[in-house]
């Protein structure tokens, strides 16, 4: 039986121009970015509950006037995969890997992504929840999205019926750190964070320098 070649990707910051997208959505919305950032950052260190954290948000983007499903969609669409992830991930493909992207985007622009680097599949850690007439209701989070994405590669290794160690996991912030811990094969693409990099397994400066060692 031929052993499954399997290999991860964070979105944001790593085979994305974007360092991330819910900032990018909120600048595209025409949002205090600022403010955004700071409840996102609060739920994320637990000085505010999610729900709170969620409506605050929520109402945010709804009184900008543009909260809909057609735009939001149209600015998910302006972001650009790297120049090295557009000839990395169809070279993977044509070498048999399998992949798949792990990311605590919005389910909405985390499909897109993944059609667009046509990965095998895809995990995300927050939603967009819409009315019948497109616009936005609510926006769900998942919480700790370093724990979710060690949850979720591990339910991708079950699977796959795979060892965890067998796979390789590209990432670039702090919220990679467990999903490096897991597989134990975790490449950081620079800029990285500082933590990130003391559990690395390889640090590299170009994604396409994958093909050296893979």
């Known amino acids: 039986m031929k052993k499954t070649k399997l290999i991860c990707f964070d979105i944001d910051g790593t085979i994305m121009e974007n360092k991330s997208s819910f900032a990018a959505l909120t600048d595209g919305l025409g ?6 950032v700071s409840i996102y950052q609060a739920v994320v260190k637990e000085e505010l509950p999610i729900p709170e954290g969620e409506k605050a948000v929520t109402e ?18 302006e972001m650009e995969l790297k120049k090295d992830a557009q000839e990395l991930l169809p070279y993977l493909k044509e070498e048999g890997w399998k992949i798949y992207l792990v990311s605590g985007g919005m389910d909405m622009f985390v499909k ?9 599949g895809y995990y995300f850690n ?17 919480g700790n999205e370093g724990l979710a994405k060690a949850r979720q590669i ?3 290794a079950k699977k ?4 965890i160690k067998e796979m390789f996991f590209v990432g670039d912030s702090e919220n990679d750190y467990h999903a490096f811990v897991e597989t134990g094969h975790g490449i950081a693409v620079k800029p990285f964070d500082e933590k990130l990099g003391t559990v690395a397994w390889k640090k590299i400066d170009s994604l396409l320098e994958i093909k050296s060692f893979l």
């Open 31 to 36: 949002c205090d970015v600022f403010k955004v």
């Open 60 to 77: 945010i983007y709804r009184k900008s006037g543009k909260a809909n499903k057609k735009f939001i969609n149209r600015v998910f669409e």
């Open 112 to 120: 897109m992504i993944a059609s667009r680097a046509g990965a095998d």
């Open 126 to 142: 927050s939603s967009l929840k819409f009315g019948l007439m497109g616009d936005l209701k609510t926006i769900r989070y998942g």
């Open 154 to 156: 591990k339910e991708l």
């Open 160 to 163: 796959h019926s795979m060892d």
